[in-house]
């Protein structure tokens, strides 16, 4: 089956230019000795909110910046400030019903992005920061979702001038006749995936369909089992292998020893193809423990699965992926804090971490891996140009690891909340597949997020009766 087509909208390249004017006596810190930061929405999305750099304006800035900025804010956090995604439903939607997208006419939709000075956060309950000004930028995704996108498209790349607060007499007093200037790119491209939905919970072994539109079409199994105290090896649901090289990869990854108290332990999900094959595993290698004194496992004691390829006649290991529970804050919910490592080459001993988040307990959430440049967190890609540097091109970095192809957009997996019937829905990003076992593996890693779900909760809390077997429950 073909994959399913996304678009995948990226909004970036932020820069900050304001005039300085010579203020009055009194009139308090000037914006630009101030952080500033943004909020970027797209129809009625959520908000998502990063920090603008400033770009030096000297006192006889003229009405015409340049073209791009020259290298400013060297330690700014990536090139990339937001990230949107959207299914082929959803491009229909904002074609049918444009009321659903704040603003969207015949498969248009607004991109809104406000800019404010001050701290991020709030104070006393009321949101911190003021604003400086707004910019929306419309959006025609008409035919982003068929023939008419194979290609990415740039709806802006430049300056821009952000509207400026006036007082009822029409001007601010002791203000610039210049506004603020925003810098930004907004670029849209085609972002194909294949879709996976699991039939059930992993659980319960359920069948996993691929789908397109409204055809479902099943192209695996899953066996869900545990191993008890007495059975150490693999083999009876791995590949006609040695046991000893199926032991071998659990020790080297994780614990198999026995261990006083509270643990969850055991469990695996097999991935077979439709012909019985098994072509991928995760299983369980370090017990979900609870910490002394407490009834929950820890960030500094997580427990941990092992997912594993078959290769050579044997299963080797692909990634790993630890899981802890979160205490929430103040009126918040638990987390389920996750860190999941690619583990290109057994030999080289630590993997690369591709993704470390925290999932609400409460109401789940999306798992995902994305290795685009994200907006506050750490730069993924070497370019040699500044983090935010504004391109004409509106390429914005990718990361590139040296050890894989993986780039961009790799894959996300819904994770329902704690007692909560969930069904894994699974999007792959089509550049990470080129065989069977690649989809397989990704499968696998969904199926093990969301049994960590349940391996994290509470143990005062009982499992469901497929988990609450007593050599899985103690």
């Known amino acids: 089956m073909e994959p399913c087509p996304f678009v995948r909208l990226l909004v970036g390249n932020l820069a900050l230019k304001i ?30 909110t990063v920090a603008v750099p400033l770009v030096p304006s000297d006192d006889h800035a003229t009405a015409d910046p340049p073209a791009t900025p020259s290298s400013y804010s060297a330690a700014a956090s990536g090139a990339l400030a937001a990230r949107f995604h959207l299914s082929k439903a959803e491009l229909d939607r904002i074609s049918a019903k444009p009321s659903l997208f704040a603003g969207g006419r015949g498969g248009r939709v607004k991109l809104k992005v406000s800019v404010y000075t001050g701290r991020r956060g709030t104070t006393c309950g009321v949101s911190s920061g003021r604003l400086l000004g707004r910019v ?51 670029k849209a491209e085609p972002d194909p995936r294949f879709v ?4 059930g919970e992993p659980e319960c072994s359920p069948q996993v369909f691929q789908v397109q539109g409204n055809l479902r079409q099943p192209v695996f199994t899953c066996k869900f089992s545990c191993r008890n105290a007495g059975d150490r090896n693999l083999s009876s649901r791995s590949m006609h292998s040695e046991p000893g090289s199926s032991r071998s990869w659990i020790s080297s990854f994780g614990s198999e020893r026995e261990r006083p108290g ?51 006649g044997t299963w080797k290991p692909w990634g ?9 804050g103040s009126g918040a919910s638990d987390g389920l804090g996750y860190r999941f490592e690619l583990l290109p080459d057994a030999a080289m001993g630590a993997g690369i971490n591709l993704a470390e988040s925290t999932l609400s307990t409460t109401k789940g959430g999306k798992f995902t891996i ?61 550049q990470q597949v080129g065989c069977t076992e690649d989809a397989a593996a990704f ?32």
């Open 19 to 48: 005039p300085v004017a010579a203020r009055p006596a009194g009139a308090g810190v000037h914006p630009s000795a101030s952080p500033c930061f943004a909020k970027i929405r797209l129809g009625k999305s959520p908000r998502q």
């Open 136 to 186: 929306t930028v419309t959006l025609d995704l008409k035919g982003m979702a068929d023939g008419g996108g194979s290609r990415a498209v740039v709806f802006h790349s430049g300056w821009v001038a952000l509207g400026k607060k006036k007082t009822k007499a029409g001007k601010r007093k002791g203000s610039s006749s210049l506004p603020a200037q925003l810098y930004l790119t907004v």
């Open 196 to 199: 996976f939905e699991f039939d």
């Open 262 to 312: 509270k643990e969850r332990k055991g469990w695996s999900v097999t991935v077979h193809d439709l012909s019985g094959s098994p072509v991928a595993l995760a299983s369980m290698v370090t017990p979900f423990v609870a910490s002394h004194g407490t009834d929950r496992v820890s960030r500094s004691n997580p427990g941990a699965w092992l997912v594993l390829r078959p290769g050579d």
């Open 320 to 328: 790993r992926l630890e899981a802890w529970r979160e205490r929430g």
């Open 370 to 430: 994305d290795l685009t440049s994200a907006a506050g967190g750490t730069p993924l890609s070497r370019s040699t140009s500044p983090g935010c540097s504004p391109r004409g091109s509106g390429d914005f970095g990718y990361a590139l690891w040296p050890f894989s192809s993986y780039r961009g957009f790799v894959m996300s997996s819904t994770v329902a909340g704690e007692g909560r019937s969930g069904r894994p829905a699974v999007e792959v990003g089509v």
């Open 443 to 474: 499968v696998a890693l969904a199926a093990a997020i969301d049994l960590s779900m349940d391996a994290c909760r509470l143990f005062s809390h009982k499992l469901r009766k497929e988990l609450s077997a007593p050599d899985l429950l103690r």
